[in-house]
């Protein structure tokens, strides 16, 4: 599926995740902490503090105190002769629980990397933040990245995994939130015309797809379906996107890809039923730094 790429536009700041509505601006530390720990998913390698500054805007003093404290709370392993730092087993150890509860039902990460391999293009989980589609996991089969990062939001009533997420909602329920839209979010120049969205969010019950083109971001197109799990009980979307001049070419190939590996992850019955309960804690806790 791969073919003929022309030049990607300049890659943009990892911290932008709408047209002009860059974050982290006013939320302070613990904010930036997270997006610190989601670059690290992106890059897969230790960074400097000159790195970490640079890709996420920050200043880099500020960000070499931030990363020092991490780095005490166990988060961050801190090399001192490369002057890197790089995330500690803790990190992953926060969200193993939900991961086992996920894996019960498919293995997500496996379904993921296979879309991604076999399509030749990026492959996006969502789930619903407000009015967007917020993207929780991204792999993607090309060195660029063009800004695409976990955490990056996505108009809910435009994107193509925002259509996906609004065909598990009732349509009276969709309307209220394109009003919502409508009222809040000036960064389109055209409403949301709610109609033609309930006709597309019907198109997609009866088909189990959805599309969009050029409809965020100039040039891009994406294909979406449903992910039969729900994580505390919200669904997710999965979308691979293309250019959107190889759109019409690849449509059908792309949609058979999902259906396959759909079908293979996920199949009839792996649903919650059979889910191991997680046990919670015995005893308290509490956050210390480690010597």
Same mark, same amino acid.
């Given at each position: 599926?791969?073919?003929?790429?022309?030049?990607?536009?300049?890659?943009?700041?990892?911290?932008?995740?709408?047209?002009?509505?860059?974050?982290?601006?006013?939320?302070?530390?613990?904010?930036?902490?997270?997006?610190?720990? @989601?670059?690290?998913?992106? @890059?897969?390698?230790?960074?400097?503090?000159?790195?970490?500054?640079?890709?996420?805007?920050?200043?880099?003093?500020?960000?070499?105190?931030?990363?020092?404290?991490?780095?005490?709370?166990?988060?961050?392993?801190?090399?001192?002769?490369?002057?890197?730092?790089?995330?500690?087993?803790?990190?992953?150890?926060?969200?193993?629980?939900?991961?086992?509860?996920?894996?019960?039902?498919?293995?997500?990460?496996?379904?993921?990397?296979?879309?991604?391999?076999?399509?030749?293009?990026?492959?996006?989980?969502?789930?619903?933040?407000?009015?967007?589609?917020?993207?929780?996991?991204?792999?993607?089969?090309?060195?660029? *990245?063009?800004?695409?990062?976990?955490?990056?939001?996505?108009?809910?009533?435009?994107?193509?995994?925002?259509?996906?997420?609004?065909?598990?909602?009732?349509?009276?329920?969709?309307?209220?939130?394109? *009003?919502?839209?409508?009222?809040?979010?000036?960064?389109?120049?055209?409403?949301?015309?709610?109609?033609?969205?309930?006709?597309?969010?019907?198109?997609?019950?009866?088909?189990?797809?959805?599309?969009?083109?050029?409809?965020?971001?100039?040039?891009?197109?994406?294909?979406?379906? *449903?992910?039969?799990?729900?994580?505390?009980?919200?669904?997710?979307?999965?979308?691979?996107?293309?250019?959107?001049?190889?759109?019409?070419?690849?449509?059908?190939?792309?949609?058979?890809?999902?259906?396959?590996?759909?079908?293979?992850?996920?199949?009839?019955?792996?649903? @919650?039923?059979?889910?191991? *309960?997680?046990?919670?804690?015995?005893?308290?806790?509490?956050?210390?730094?480690?010597?």
């Amino acid at each position: 599926m791969n073919g003929p790429e022309p030049t990607p536009p300049d890659k943009v700041a990892l911290t932008r995740v709408a047209p002009d509505m860059p974050y982290g601006k006013a939320v302070g530390s613990l904010h930036r902490s997270l997006e610190v720990l @989601e670059l690290f998913a992106v @890059e897969q390698r230790a960074l400097t503090v000159g790195e970490v500054a640079q890709q996420l805007g920050y200043p880099q003093s500020s960000t070499s105190v931030l990363l020092h404290n991490l780095s005490e709370l166990g988060y961050l392993q801190h090399d001192r002769h490369a002057r890197t730092f790089l995330p500690t087993l803790r990190v992953s150890f926060l969200g193993m629980w939900l991961h086992q509860r996920v894996l019960a039902q498919g293995n997500l990460l496996d379904f993921m990397e296979m879309l991604a391999s076999r399509s030749g293009h990026v492959a996006m989980l969502a789930m619903q933040n407000g009015i967007h589609a917020q993207y929780i996991h991204i792999v993607s089969a090309r060195t660029s *990245r063009v800004g695409l990062k976990p955490g990056l939001l996505r108009p809910i009533c435009r994107s193509a995994v925002g259509k996906v997420l609004l065909s598990t909602m009732a349509d009276d329920e969709i309307l209220r939130i394109v *009003r919502n839209v409508n009222a809040t979010d000036v960064s389109f120049p055209q409403p949301v015309d709610g109609k033609a969205l309930l006709k597309e969010v019907a198109e997609c019950r009866r088909t189990g797809f959805a599309f969009s083109v050029d409809a965020v971001t100039p040039g891009s197109s994406v294909i979406a379906a *449903r992910v039969p799990v729900d994580v505390g009980g919200q669904p997710l979307a999965v979308g691979i996107g293309v250019h959107t001049w190889q759109r019409q070419e690849l449509q059908d190939t792309v949609m058979a890809l999902l259906r396959e590996a759909l079908g293979t992850y996920f199949p009839p019955g792996s649903g @919650e039923t059979g889910r191991p *309960r997680i046990q919670p804690p015995q005893a308290g806790y509490a956050v210390v730094k480690t010597s």
